[in-house]
T-cell receptor, first 111, second 115 residues
Framework: QKEVEQNSGPLSVPEGAIASLNCTYSDRGSQSFFWYRQYSGKSPELIMSIYSNGDKEDGRFTAQLNKASQYVSLLIRDSQPSDSATYLCAVNVAGANNLFFGTGTRLTVIP | EPEVTQTPSHQVTQMGQEVILRCVPISNHLYFYWYRQILGQKVEFLVSFYNNEISEKSEIFDDQFSVERPDGSNFTLKIRSTKLEDSAMYFC?????????????FGDGTRLSIL
């Protein structure tokens, strides 16, 4: 059974702070990891993808992957109220043509 | 920026009726997907499609579901005899390469309401 676990939140941070979102996965064959942002009633929007261990930075976003610990995280620096959304962690297992999603973490950035 | 488009945005159907959800993937993408999200729950994979055939499907994708690429642009999901529990948001997604090698881009979704 492939599981992707996220803390459902809500996670509240003040504007300008760093938001840290975490995700663990069960299948050691997982090879590709994605963070999507989903506003209420809207579709998932790709934020970051990461494929190898370490950090990957894109603007205010940093994804971190540790395959040994089966752990992937997303840091959002200088959080803005517009970052308030549910953040979905999605995982692809090698050889599979699908994504497994976590339940998402709801982030609220307080002005 | 190219995007995945889905129609209709909202579909209301009586239980037992057939419904077809339509998607136009990004034009140079080769891999197509359907996902669903029941209200308040996680996004769940239904089916992936490549080279005019299903490449993978989940346990949810039973005999009541089918997919088709009837022409060079559309990708459809058909539910033959809808049940109350089929009420959900249905998302179409596409990618240029296999799921592990490139991110999937999602359409805005179709909200399906079964009465």
């Amino acid at each position: 059974q492939k599981e992707v676990e996220q803390n459902s939140g809500p996670l509240s941070v003040p504007e300008g702070a760093i938001a840290s979102l975490n995700c663990t996965y069960s299948d050691r064959g997982s090879q590709s990891f994605f963070w999507y942002r989903q506003y209420s009633g809207k579709s998932p929007e790709l934020i970051m993808s990461i494929y190898s261990n370490g950090d990957k930075e894109d603007g205010r976003f940093t994804a971190q992957l540790n395959k040994a610990s089966q752990y992937v995280s997303l840091l959002i620096r200088d959080s803005q109220p517009s970052d308030s959304a549910t953040y979905l962690c999605a995982v692809n297992v090698a050889g599979a043509n699908n994504l497994f999603f976590g339940t998402g973490t709801r982030l609220t950035v307080i002005p | 920026e190219p995007e995945v488009t889905q129609t209709p945005s909202h579909q209301v159907t009586q239980m037992g009726q057939e419904v077809i959800l339509r998607c136009v993937p990004i034009s140079n993408h080769l891999y197509f997907y359907w996902y669903r999200q029941i209200l308040g729950q996680k996004v769940e994979f239904l089916v992936s499609f490549y080279n005019n055939e299903i490449s993978e499907k989940s346990e949810i994708f039973d005999d009541q579901f089918s997919v088709e690429r009837p022409d060079g642009s559309n990708f459809t999901l058909k539910i033959r005899s809808t049940k109350l529990e089929d009420s959900a948001m249905y998302f179409c997604a596409s990618s240029a390469f296999m799921a592990g090698n490139q991110p999937q881009h999602f359409g805005d979704g179709t909200r399906l309401s079964i009465l």
